[in-house]
């Protein structure tokens, strides 16, 4: 070979290198020839019959020379050298102007460069730092500059005057030996003490013998460059052992690193699953439960949680769910590419098990809101009902506490005049038609009172109590009715005379009393409607009662002319009379204030059901404006939906551009969020308006909350196939046209785009790409082979990733067990077993640990106390056994 440096003998016409070479060189010698048991004490001298000089080169080569001459002659001296120099150019190496004899003379010029020729082949020549075009003098620079490149101060450009101030000696100490050197308090301007301090330190724990004194160094302006290569090459093999490790122990970092990783992910996975089944666990009774309120303000409140749920709690859960199903696919992927086994989630925790219990959630969810909307028109229909109750119950109770059961159980008939009893008789015949026409009130009443029993009203007790009271009270009325009647027919003839004016007055005057009675109920009766057709059906049958109003007036007028012909008559013809109507109690007074107050409620009546008009024309605008915007948002996600299923099944551009296409696209999917809150509001304002049917869509919020969640859900598992495509791309080295021909084949046989082959298909697809399977026993054997890895659960499907997961797993290029297990054998010096400090001098603390507390202990033979089993720790990474 070209020597590097060709020798420049001028050079060593310095006294000052030549003393600095003379004192590398001896040291650097005796450093070999001391394994022989000698050494050299005059680098000239010593050399010269030729015998050192042999064994010099059998220590450092490891291999014997030819047999020396044993005489003391010239001749044999100069035989002796020129063995030594023949076995320096068999190894390449070009000697320049050096001959046996120059050595033999004594020659220090000639020796020196003999001696450099030996060190630059046997301790330099050799030396590579990642880079094969480099000599090596710059492969020991590279080294030494990597080496010390994150010290401060430190800046190695050369082999002489970046050496002269210490620090480049003590940071290659420092560097691999730590503790030999405290190198914060080293100072730049400190030469000497760095200089020494790195030799005594080199000489004593490193084995380097001192081959120069510091103030060689430092009283020369620019070092000998072949001294300091010398010395720094004697730094380098010393530490070669120590780069070994270093290698090994990165590998072992990489492989540990990636399982950290793993279980990490998996304690999260684990974590989320159990915090969405809890979840689930505890949401699903409080959909179930079925029980319900009283009150209408109860129910109300159920209803507004429920709204709150499906508004605010379960949005982020479904998004969890959606985050765990891709956790879990990107960790299973993640665990394909690094060799390792599937993970196996805790039992109850798998994506199915998830899915049942999402299933469970939304199968107690169904219906809940139906059943709530039910519940308030039940309570809405109660409260009606109740409020109708007690309105006829307080009408009917006001005309019993009018005195009805003393008049009945008056016996004033004993003592009365003719006159009288026949007046009496006559009162009682119009307290009896008054009682009939109250009848159908109470039938009303007690009608009322069952169907609230019916229904279930909270309140039913009380109710059933005064219903019981006015009915026992009506037929305690009807007894005495009865009993008084008798009574009067008994002493009828007794009684001739009676006022035809008074009696006629009374029989027209009670049920025209009754008739405005019912007017003004009817006029303050409440009603509950829901569509514009309900409320203009009770606008048209209040118009028609206003229309008998004239009608009714005309008889209000007759009557009242009945009580004034009375008056006259009085008046005429001076009757003894009390002054009252002995058959009624109705006067002229009371029929007026009651013709008043239904003429004063039937504006009342118009307003309200003008302002009913109203609200039911703002629901029908409400139904509108939902239906206007569900009828689009409808059909948008279902083209959405449609439009992802085409993008994962078509192929345009790399798998890059489709992850940036489908990430444009969710985006715009995520920008139409507000139209679907939008929708959410309007949907709230029915709900609170009790608007419960929309003949203007088929669309509820329902079908759009559920069509939205599966279209997030669908664009977002989309895109994390095809970031799992990208992984399992890179990391087992498939082309993108590879990745293309393979996405091809599959969905030419996916005919029904449903994103997985049958057997039958799947068969097809191979052999169109080559695989030799045809129909014979080693094919079918063969093809069942493949089966079994891509569709290890026997579900008689293959999905595209176990596609080509299967069709890359040959190129795979991943690390194995057998490369962590060699790594571990360096650390551990060739044994069969490592020891705790080893692996925590050459790893880092956390990964020390990591593997300290996983490894079992060593049980071979060869054994020490503390002895670990790093050859079962390294299959165990690859799930061969067992952690």
Same mark, same amino acid.
């Given at each position: 070979?070209?020597?590097?440096?060709?020798?420049?003998?001028?050079?060593?016409?310095?006294?000052?290198?030549?003393?600095?070479?003379?004192? &590398?060189?001896?040291?650097?010698?005796?450093?070999?020839?001391?394994?022989?048991? &000698?050494?050299?004490?005059?680098?000239?001298?010593?050399?010269?019959?030729?015998?050192?000089?042999?064994?010099?080169?059998?220590?450092?080569?490891?291999?014997?020379?030819?047999?020396?001459?044993?005489?003391?002659?010239?001749?044999?001296?100069?035989?002796? #050298?020129?063995?030594?120099?023949?076995?320096?150019?068999?190894?390449?190496?070009?000697?320049?102007?050096?001959?046996?004899?120059?050595?033999?003379?004594?020659?220090?010029?000639?020796?020196?460069?003999?001696?450099?020729?030996?060190?630059?082949?046997?301790?330099?020549?050799?030396?590579?730092?990642? %880079?094969?075009?480099?000599?090596?003098?710059?492969?020991?620079?590279?080294?030494?500059?990597?080496? &010390?490149? $994150?010290?401060?101060?430190?800046?190695?450009?050369?082999?002489?005057?970046?050496?002269?101030?210490?620090?480049?000696?003590?940071? *290659?100490?420092?560097?691999?030996?730590?503790?030999?050197?405290?190198?914060?308090?080293?100072?730049?301007?400190?030469?000497?003490?760095?200089?020494?301090?790195?030799?005594?330190?080199?000489?004593?724990?490193?084995?380097?013998?001192?081959?120069?004194? %510091?103030?060689?160094?430092?009283?020369?302006?620019?070092?000998?460059?072949?001294?300091?290569?010398?010395?720094?090459?004697?730094?380098?093999?010393?530490?070669?052992?120590?780069?070994?490790?270093?290698?090994?122990?990165?590998?072992?970092?990489?492989?540990?690193?990636?399982?950290?990783?793993?279980?990490?992910?998996?304690?999260?996975?684990?974590? *989320?699953?159990?915090?969405?089944?809890?979840?689930?666990?505890?949401?699903?009774?409080?959909?179930?439960?079925?029980?319900?309120? /009283?009150?209408?303000?109860?129910?109300?409140?159920?209803?507004?949680?429920?709204?709150?749920?499906?508004?605010?709690?379960?949005?982020?859960?479904?998004?969890?769910?959606?985050?765990?199903?891709?956790?879990?696919?990107?960790?299973?992927?993640?665990?394909?590419?690094? /060799?390792?086994?599937?993970?196996?989630?805790?039992?109850?925790?798998?994506?199915?098990?998830?899915?049942?219990?999402?299933?469970?959630?939304?199968?107690?969810?169904?219906?809940?809101?139906?059943?709530?909307? !039910?519940?308030?028109?039940?309570?809405?229909?109660?409260?009606? *009902?109740?409020?109708?109750?007690?309105?006829?119950?307080?009408?009917?109770?006001?005309?019993?506490?009018?005195?009805?059961?003393?008049?009945?159980?008056?016996?004033?008939?004993?003592?009365?005049?003719?006159?009288?009893?026949?007046?009496?008789?006559?009162?009682?015949?119009?307290?009896?038609?008054?009682?009939?026409?109250?009848?159908?009130?109470?039938?009303?009443?007690?009608?009322?009172?069952?169907?609230? /029993?019916?229904?279930?009203?909270?309140?039913?007790?009380?109710?059933? %109590?005064?219903?019981?009271?006015?009915?026992?009270?009506?037929?305690?009325?009807?007894?005495?009715?009865?009993?008084?009647?008798?009574?009067?027919?008994?002493?009828?003839?007794?009684?001739?005379?009676?006022?035809?004016?008074?009696?006629?007055?009374?029989?027209?005057?009670?049920?025209?009393? !009754?008739?405005?009675?019912?007017?003004?109920?009817?006029?303050?009766?409440?009603?509950?409607?829901?569509?514009?057709?309900?409320?203009?059906?009770?606008?048209?049958?209040?118009?028609?009662?206003?229309?008998?109003?004239?009608?009714?007036?005309?008889?209000?007028?007759?009557?009242?002319?009945?009580?004034?012909?009375?008056?006259?008559?009085?008046?005429?013809?001076?009757? /003894?009379?009390?002054?009252?109507?002995?058959?009624?109690?109705?006067?002229?007074?009371?029929?007026?204030?009651?013709?008043?107050?239904?003429?004063?409620?039937?504006?009342?009546?118009?307003?309200?059901?003008?302002?009913?008009?109203?609200?039911?024309?703002?629901?029908?605008?409400?139904?509108?404006?939902?239906?206007?915007?569900?009828?689009?948002?409808?059909?948008?996600?279902?083209?959405?939906?449609?439009?992802?299923?085409?993008?994962?099944?078509?192929?345009?551009?790399?798998?890059?551009?489709?992850? &940036?296409?489908?990430?444009?696209?969710?985006?715009?999917?995520?920008?139409?969020?507000?139209?679907?809150?939008?929708?959410?509001?309007?949907?709230?304002?029915?709900?609170?308006?009790?608007?419960?049917?929309?003949?203007?869509?088929?669309?509820?919020?329902?079908?759009?909350?559920?069509?939205?969640?599966?279209?997030?859900?669908?664009?977002?598992?989309?895109?994390?196939?095809?970031?799992?495509?990208?992984?399992?791309?890179?990391?087992?080295?498939?082309?993108?046209?590879?990745?293309?021909?393979?996405?091809?084949?599959?969905?030419?046989?996916?005919?029904?785009?449903?994103?997985?082959?049958?057997?039958?298909?799947?068969?097809?697809?191979?052999?169109?790409?080559?695989?030799?399977?045809?129909?014979?026993?080693?094919?079918? !054997?063969?093809?069942?082979?493949?089966?079994?890895?891509?569709?290890?659960?026997?579900?008689?499907?293959?999905?595209?990733?176990?596609?080509?997961?299967?069709?890359?797993?040959?190129?795979?290029?991943?690390?194995?067990?057998?490369?962590?297990?060699?790594?571990?054998? #360096? *650390?551990?010096?060739?044994?069969?077993?490592?020891?705790?400090?080893?692996?925590?001098?050459?790893?880092?603390?956390?990964?020390?640990?990591?593997?300290?507390?996983?490894?079992? $202990?060593?049980?071979? $033979?060869?054994?020490?106390?503390?002895?670990?089993?790093?050859?079962?720790?390294?299959?165990?990474?690859?799930?061969?056994?067992?952690?």
């Amino acid at each position: 070979m070209q020597q590097e440096d060709d020798w420049d003998r001028d050079l060593l016409l310095d006294p000052a290198w030549e003393k600095q070479q003379r004192k &590398t060189f001896t040291a650097w010698c005796n450093s070999h020839l001391r394994k022989a048991g &000698t050494q050299i004490e005059n680098i000239e001298e010593d050399f010269r019959d030729g015998l050192k000089l042999m064994l010099l080169l059998e220590v450092i080569s490891g291999e014997r020379l030819a047999k020396p001459e044993r005489g003391k002659m010239r001749v044999h001296k100069i035989s002796n #050298v020129n063995k030594a120099l023949d076995f320096i150019a068999s190894k390449g190496v070009k000697l320049v102007s050096i001959g046996a004899e120059e050595i033999v003379d004594g020659n220090a010029k000639m020796t020196l460069g003999m001696i450099w020729t030996i060190i630059l082949r046997f301790a330099i020549q050799d030396i590579s730092v990642e %880079a094969t075009e480099t000599s090596a003098k710059e492969g020991l620079l590279l080294w030494c500059q990597r080496k &010390t490149a $994150p010290y401060k101060n430190v800046n190695i450009q050369n082999f002489h005057i970046s050496w002269k101030d210490g620090l480049g000696f003590c940071a *290659l100490i420092h560097r691999h030996r730590p503790e030999l050197i405290d190198y914060g308090k080293l100072r730049k301007d400190d030469p000497m003490t760095n200089l020494n301090t790195a030799f005594d330190v080199a000489e004593k724990y490193l084995d380097i013998p001192k081959m120069l004194d %510091a103030e060689d160094i430092v009283g020369t302006a620019r070092p000998d460059e072949k001294a300091i290569m010398t010395y720094v090459s004697s730094f380098y093999h010393a530490f070669s052992g120590a780069q070994k490790a270093e290698t090994a122990a990165n590998r072992i970092c990489k492989v540990l690193a990636v399982n950290q990783e793993n279980e990490q992910l998996m304690e999260d996975y684990e974590k *989320l699953a159990s915090d969405l089944l809890e979840w689930i666990r505890r949401t699903i009774p409080w959909l179930e439960n079925r029980l319900p309120e /009283n009150t209408m303000q109860a129910m109300q409140q159920k209803l507004e949680d429920f709204r709150d749920y499906r508004r605010l709690h379960k949005p982020p859960k479904v998004q969890e769910k959606c985050q765990l199903e891709i956790n879990f696919n990107t960790l299973q992927t993640k665990l394909r590419l690094s /060799n390792r086994p599937a993970f196996m989630p805790s039992e109850g925790k798998m994506v199915s098990d998830i899915n049942n219990a999402w299933g469970s959630l939304e199968g107690a969810e169904k219906g809940y809101e139906e059943w709530l909307l !039910n519940e308030i028109r039940r309570l809405e229909r109660l409260d009606h *009902l109740a409020e109708k109750f007690r309105q006829k119950a307080a009408i009917h109770e006001a005309w019993t506490e009018g005195g009805k059961e003393d008049l009945l159980q008056k016996r004033d008939y004993e003592t009365a005049s003719l006159s009288e009893i026949k007046a009496l008789l006559k009162k009682h015949e119009a307290f009896e038609s008054d009682l009939a026409a109250h009848q159908d009130r109470v039938e009303q009443i007690a009608a009322i009172a069952q169907e609230l /029993n019916e229904l279930d009203y909270y309140d039913s007790p009380s109710v059933n %109590a005064r219903c019981q009271r006015i009915c026992d009270q009506w037929d305690a009325l009807g007894a005495m009715t009865v009993k008084r009647t008798e009574a009067l027919q008994r002493t009828e003839k007794l009684l001739e005379t009676i006022d035809q004016l008074y009696l006629e007055f009374a029989k027209r005057a009670a049920p025209f009393n !009754n008739w405005m009675e019912g007017a003004m109920e009817d006029l303050q009766d409440t009603f509950i409607v829901h569509t514009i057709e309900e409320i203009q059906g009770l606008s048209t049958a209040h118009e028609q009662f206003k229309a008998t109003l004239p009608e009714a007036d005309k008889e209000r007028q007759a009557i009242l002319g009945i009580h004034n012909e009375i008056a006259k008559i009085v008046q005429t013809y001076h009757v /003894n009379m009390a002054g009252t109507n002995p058959y009624t109690t109705i006067n002229p007074q009371e029929i007026n204030a009651k013709w008043d107050k239904v003429r004063q409620l039937v504006p009342q009546r118009d307003q309200a059901l003008i302002e009913e008009h109203a609200r039911q024309q703002n629901n029908e605008r409400l139904r509108r404006q939902f239906a206007t915007q569900a009828n689009v948002i409808g059909p948008w996600i279902q083209t959405k939906m449609e439009e992802i299923g085409r993008i994962s099944i078509e192929m345009h551009g790399t798998l890059e551009d489709q992850l &940036t296409h489908l990430r444009q696209y969710e985006k715009s999917i995520i920008n139409y969020k507000p139209k679907i809150d939008q929708l959410e509001g309007d949907h709230q304002l029915i709900q609170e308006a009790l608007i419960f049917d929309n003949k203007h869509t088929n669309y509820t919020m329902e079908h759009i909350r559920v069509g939205w969640e599966q279209l997030l859900t669908t664009i977002a598992r989309t895109i994390n196939e095809i970031e799992n495509q990208i992984l399992t791309r890179d990391a087992k080295g498939i082309s993108q046209e590879q990745l293309n021909e393979f996405r091809a084949s599959f969905n030419h046989f996916d005919r029904d785009h449903s994103g997985t082959l049958g057997a039958e298909e799947f068969k097809a697809c191979l052999i169109s790409l080559g695989f030799d399977i045809a129909n014979d026993a080693q094919g079918e !054997n063969e093809f069942s082979r493949i089966m079994s890895v891509v569709d290890p659960n026997r579900m008689g499907t293959v999905t595209f990733q176990a596609f080509i997961d299967f069709m890359s797993r040959e190129t795979a290029d991943t690390d194995t067990a057998d490369q962590v297990m060699a790594s571990f054998k #360096v *650390l551990a010096g060739d044994k069969n077993y490592i020891l705790a400090d080893e692996l925590r001098r050459e790893l880092p603390p956390d990964q020390a640990e990591y593997c300290i507390a996983r490894m079992a $202990p060593y049980t071979g $033979p060869d054994g020490v106390p503390g002895a670990l089993d790093y050859m079962s720790f390294s299959t165990a990474l690859y799930g061969e056994s067992d952690l």
